[in-house]
């Protein structure tokens, strides 16, 4: 770790921050159903990746299916329950006290964070950036996202911690270089546990010491 950098905390949304992944997979099964029925588990395929990715490698050249994924994505995530991952808001607030920068580091795009914005508008101040799909040429499992974390708040790639939960997610933390901690929230932790530094459920018994033993090691 640099001592000279600031450590930061970059965070996942979905799964992450937020419970909402069980939600997602019960819309893009349903996609994937119409669509795409030689796949059993869609929402599962799909995970972690942008809207744009999904299209480009699934959808290319069905701007009207597309058209009426969208729609219905809008309509779904308007009425979707947002809820935090447990002990997330007080770990966050155990960060910011001791000068840890956070950022939420998602492949959600704005339209859809509005919505979270209007149920959770403590969330803003919660965090010290939100970097969405908008603000990077590639997304996970691309390092692009993290990296911009570390260079929003002039730090390096080690002094950050990545909290993740897909595989995509899990695998651009750890090409950005960066220390990443595991949530078994969307896959078991079997199936994680070799892609991270540890694997926790929540947040309720994981604190700042914790994050910054492994910072250090």
Not at 175 to 203: H, Q, R, Y
Request: hydrophobic share 40%; net charge negative.
């Amino acid at each position: 770790m640099d001592m000279t950098k600031c450590a930061a905390a970059l965070f996942d949304f979905d799964g992450v921050v937020m419970d909402t992944e069980s939600q997602y997979s019960i819309f893009w099964n349903e996609v994937g159903k119409k669509y795409h029925p030689e796949h059993e588990e869609f929402g599962k395929i799909i995970k972690g990746q942008t809207l744009n990715q999904i299209y480009g490698r699934y959808f290319a050249g069905m701007e009207k299916e597309q058209a009426e994924i969208t729609d219905g994505l809008n309509r779904f995530e308007e009425q979707m329950s947002y809820e935090y991952i447990p002990g997330v808001v007080d770990f966050m607030r155990e960060l910011h006290a001791h000068g840890v920068k956070i950022a939420i580091v998602t492949s959600s795009n704005e339209k859809k964070m509005a919505n979270v914005y209007a149920v959770h508008p403590e969330l803003k101040q919660l965090v010290d950036r939100i970097l969405t799909a908008e603000m990077f040429a590639r997304s996970k499992p691309a390092p692009d996202c993290f990296l911009l974390g570390a260079e929003v708040f002039e730090t390096v790639p080690e002094n950050c911690v990545v909290f993740e939960d897909s595989f995509h997610g899990l695998e651009a933390g750890n090409a950005a270089g960066m220390t990443v901690v595991g949530l078994s929230t969307t896959n078991p932790k079997e199936a994680i546990a070799g892609k991270c530094a540890l694997v926790i459920p929540d947040f309720t018994a994981f604190s700042y010491p914790e994050m910054m033993g492994l910072l250090l090691h």
